[in-house]
């Protein structure tokens, strides 16, 4: 009989590890598995709040993906998703067609702006390699433009909206760039402003609140002015205006109010919430037992019936039992049910300073720090083993 063809979307974290289970896993002409992913290599998302402020080079968040698969297991495909026709098991990509009997869908996140009027158009989002690059050099420009026109303090006011976990990442890492920035172009760093606005009642919400009062503390010691309580309700090219209304005047605003699923998802005709599909126990979707479904586009409830966080985390658990699953689905025998165990939270408050939630210990501070980097390591250890760790670890 013909070789089941497995076709996955995304290279991101649920799908780079699910290719990677299934090339350690499937028997030789067992399966054909084609990755599909937009661009050829693969992005440490995790990282990229250092890349957008400037803090670290972009380079050291993406990983070639020929460096991660075995090509004789994997076939690569370099080229973007258009659209999913699951009634035929065909995936339409810009420049051909794939057909497939089993289907992953790793496309990951996209912003949400909550239809905020000007977001989408002036904002930026701290989202891939590219979205990065673009955001590091506009704020470099801003402090070149600033020199040229003094009195245009506007240019050095930067709004960060949202103080989830990536927007609180970002700003400590921009918080620590400003005085670089300040002295390499000269600028007084008393003519710059930071502001971070949450609509929420509280910076972080739903997380420790001794660790958030922890973190806003050593932000705003950096110069971080915080908005709590605000919703940002409008963008426009040089300004933002705030739910009480207060307008702030700036060039640069990023957005991490939020993320959605991807639109394609939506597209192809599945049952979505904001572009996220609620997958059974196996992870695959009601109805379409062919199609699976990871990381930012899923939706796994936990015991009291509310969606998990989408997290990276989340997508390389559930890459382990979908790798199973698959497996299991082309030899006949039984699929593993997935269950979400977090191991815990930390996130980075720039250099040495970070707050955290691991193996039920709280931790701030260095230490903090310490456990997000083996945290990152191991990441990369995980997808590259250690010649990864060596090339992209950061032992600084
Ligand atoms: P992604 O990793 O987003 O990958 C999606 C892939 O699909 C990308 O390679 C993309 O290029 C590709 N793609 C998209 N559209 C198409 C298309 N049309 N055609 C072809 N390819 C396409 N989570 C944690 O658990 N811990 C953290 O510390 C943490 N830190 C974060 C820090 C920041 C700054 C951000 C932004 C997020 C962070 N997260 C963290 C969340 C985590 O990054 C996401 O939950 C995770 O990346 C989701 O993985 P994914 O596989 O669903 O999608
Ligand atoms: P998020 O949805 O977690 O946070 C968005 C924040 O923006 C919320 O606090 C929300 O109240 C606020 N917001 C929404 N609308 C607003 C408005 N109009 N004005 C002002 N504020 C508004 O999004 P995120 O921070 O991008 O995180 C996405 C996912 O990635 C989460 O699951 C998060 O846990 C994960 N993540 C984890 C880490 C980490 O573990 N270190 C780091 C980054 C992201």
Redesign the pocket.
């Known amino acids: 009989s013909r070789i089941p063809r497995i076709v996955i979307l995304g290279a991101g974290y649920g799908g780079i590890v699910t290719a990677l289970r299934l090339q350690k896993e499937l028997n030789y002409n067992e399966a054909d598995v084609t990755l599909v992913n937009k661009h050829d290599y693969h992005y440490i998302t995790?990282h990229l709040?250092m890349p957008a402020a400037g803090t670290d080079d972009p380079q050291n968040a993406r990983v070639s993906i020929l460096k991660l698969i075995d090509e004789f297991k994997i076939d690569f495909v370099k080229s973007t998703v258009v659209q999913i026709r699951p009634n035929d098991k065909k995936v339409i990509l810009e420049d051909g067609t794939l057909s497939y009997d089993y289907l992953v869908i790793g496309l990951g996140?996209e912003p949400?702006t909550?239809g905020?009027p000007g977001l989408k158009e002036h904002a930026h989002f701290?989202r891939s390699i590219n979205s990065v690059r673009l955001i590091r050099e506009h704020i470099e420009y801003q402090f070149a433009r600033f020199k040229k026109e003094p009195h245009r303090k506007d240019y050095l006011t930067f709004v960060v909206?949202?103080?989830?976990?990536?927007?609180?990442?970002f700003i400590g890492e921009l918080a620590d760039r400003i005085p670089k920035l300040c002295k390499e172009f000269d600028v007084d760093p008393n003519h710059v402003k930071i502001y971070n606005?949450?609509?929420?009642p509280t910076?972080?919400?739903g997380f420790d609140p001794e660790l958030v009062q922890y973190a806003m503390e050593v932000l705003q010691k950096k110069g971080v002015t915080f908005k709590i309580g605000?919703?940002?309700?409008e963008c426009t090219p040089d300004s933002i205006t705030l739910?009480d209304g207060e307008e702030i005047k700036t060039q640069t605003v990023i957005w991490?109010?939020?993320?959605r699923g991807n639109r394609l998802v939506e597209e192809a005709g599945f049952e979505a919430m904001r572009g996220r599909i609620k997958v059974d126990e196996y992870l695959r979707i009601p109805g379409h037992e062919d199609v699976y479904v990871i990381g930012d586009c899923s939706i796994v409830m936990n015991e009291e019936g509310r969606p998990y966080?989408?997290?990276?985390?989340m997508a390389i658990q559930q890459a382990d039992v979908l790798a199973h699953n698959l497996v299991a689905s082309i030899r006949n025998s039984s699929l593993k049910t997935f269950k979400y165990e977090s191991k815990g939270?930390?996130?980075?408050l720039g250099k040495n300073e970070a707050i955290?939630i691991a193996m039920g210990r709280k931790l701030k501070g260095g230490s903090a720090a310490m456990m997000?980097k083996i945290i990152d390591l191991r990441y990369l250890y995980i997808i590259g083993g250690i010649p990864l760790v060596l090339r992209k670890g950061y032992f600084n």
Do not use: M, N, R, W
Not at 161 to 168: D, E
Not at 345 to 348: D, G
């Open positions: 995790t709040h996140g949400e909550f905020i701290i909206g949202g103080a989830g976990f990536t927007g609180i990442e606005v949450e609509a929420a910076a972080l919400p605000i919703a940002l309700k739910a991490t109010g939020g993320v966080p989408p997290t990276a985390q939270t930390v996130a980075s955290g997000k």
